[in-house]
């Protein structure tokens, strides 16, 4: 009897194969999420405590591990209101160019000396009314979807503090009376950051009257997820 050991050879050979495909397909699996997070970028507003933003810093700055950038923020005290709901917050003056945002459009546009507002998806969740209660998901909703409601501010004092008293809600629905408010022609909202309210460095310097380095934060971006939490650690220290 003759035994064709040829033909037992060449399923060995594709079984073989197959086992190493899947192998390598499982290993690249697992080793994707270690890669990506090597090389994805993360991005956050640090504070600098009581360092300036000057050459001095940035010559530091520059020996943080992955850094890519680091820009000045500016921190414009303002106060918010979508008709009878108002909030205090402020607009972060960012380079544009430097922030990594996600939202219905990646343009914008200036209207005159009128700041565009970049507004992340869940910062206009904090509006209340007098009453303090607060604006609900239908209403925002119906903001952000048909563009209804007037969105305006105006500039404000930092650290104003409140007591809650019915002498200072009376005060406070003087204030909103008599303030001079701006209406927001242009605003885009964001997916990400879904916090926070942007504009361009540029007219944050113009609308409070600030430089760079009258700045007490900074838009931190880095490269790699370990180094990332590391450069955050350091910044947070200066915090405290």
Not at 25 to 52: D, H, M, N
Not at 70 to 86: A, C, D, G, N
């Amino acid at each position: 009897m003759r035994i064709c050991k040829r033909r037992h050879f060449y399923p060995m050979l594709i079984l073989g194969a197959s086992i190493m495909a899947g192998s390598l397909c499982l290993l690249i699996r697992l080793a994707a999420p270690v890669f990506s997070g090597s090389i994805k970028e993360y991005q956050t507003v640090v504070s600098l405590g009581r360092l300036q933003y000057d050459e001095k810093l940035l010559e530091q700055v520059k020996k943080i591990p992955g850094l890519v950038s680091f820009s000045p923020v500016l921190e414009i005290p303002v106060e918010l209101k979508l008709e009878e709901y108002t909030m205090s917050t402020v607009f972060l003056a960012v380079d544009l160019n430097e922030l990594k945002m996600e939202g219905d459009s990646s343009e914008y546009i200036y209207v005159r000396n009128t700041p565009v507002l970049l507004i992340g998806k869940n910062t206009l969740e904090s509006l209340k009314d007098l009453n303090n209660h607060t604006i609900s998901k239908r209403r925002l909703a119906t903001f952000w979807e048909k563009g209804e409601g007037k969105l305006q501010y105006c500039l404000s004092e930092a650290g104003r503090e409140k007591d809650g008293s019915d002498f200072e809600k009376e005060t406070e629905a003087t204030e909103y009376s008599e303030a001079v408010w701006t209406e927001c022609p242009s605003f885009l909202c964001l997916r990400s950051p879904s916090e926070g309210i942007y504009i361009s460095l540029e007219q944050g310097k113009a609308l409070g009257g600030m430089s760079q380095e009258d700045g007490t934060k900074a838009l931190l971006t880095v490269r790699g997820k370990e180094a990332f939490k590391k450069a955050q650690d350091i910044f947070a220290n200066l915090s405290k």
